[in-house]
Nanobody, 115 residues
Framework: QVKVVESGGGLVQAGESLTLSCAAS????????MGWYRQRPGREREKVAL???????DYGSGAEGRFTISRDSAKNICYLQIHKVKIEDTAVFYC?????????WGQGTLVNVSS
């Protein structure tokens, strides 16, 4: 069964940069679209960025500029770089893998930004 697992969250100071990783497993030879969503306190889950199987990024509204999505398809890993984090970036970040018609979600990784 396809799984995705996030890592790289934690406590970070405003202004620093952070890279989140999402590793997909049990995918065989598949290379499928992956992406990141976030859920900030008191808000709905929202799209940060998606990346196609060939590496084309698609950013959510307001996410361009400080967020960079990339992937290493050989290692089945998707990355999300957050540049100069802000207090309002505090959120649980979820990885998404799209395997055929099936969405596979990770458990989430908390990014907590302090001033």
């Amino acid at each position: 069964q396809v799984k995705v697992v996030e890592s790289g969250g934690g406590l970070v100071q405003a202004g620093e940069s952070l890279t989140l990783s999402c590793a997909a497993s049990e995918i065989g030879s598949q290379v499928f679209p992956m992406g990141w969503y976030r859920q900030r306190p008191g808000r709905e889950r929202e799209k940060v960025a998606l990346i196609t199987s060939v590496g084309t990024p698609d950013y959510g509204s307001g996410a361009e500029g400080r967020f960079t999505i990339s992937r290493d398809s050989a290692k089945n890993i998707c990355y999300l770089q957050i540049h100069k984090v802000k207090i309002e970036d505090t959120a649980v970040f979820y990885c998404l893998g799209i395997s055929g018609l099936r969405e596979v979600w990770g458990q989430g990784t908390l990014v907590n930004v302090s001033s």
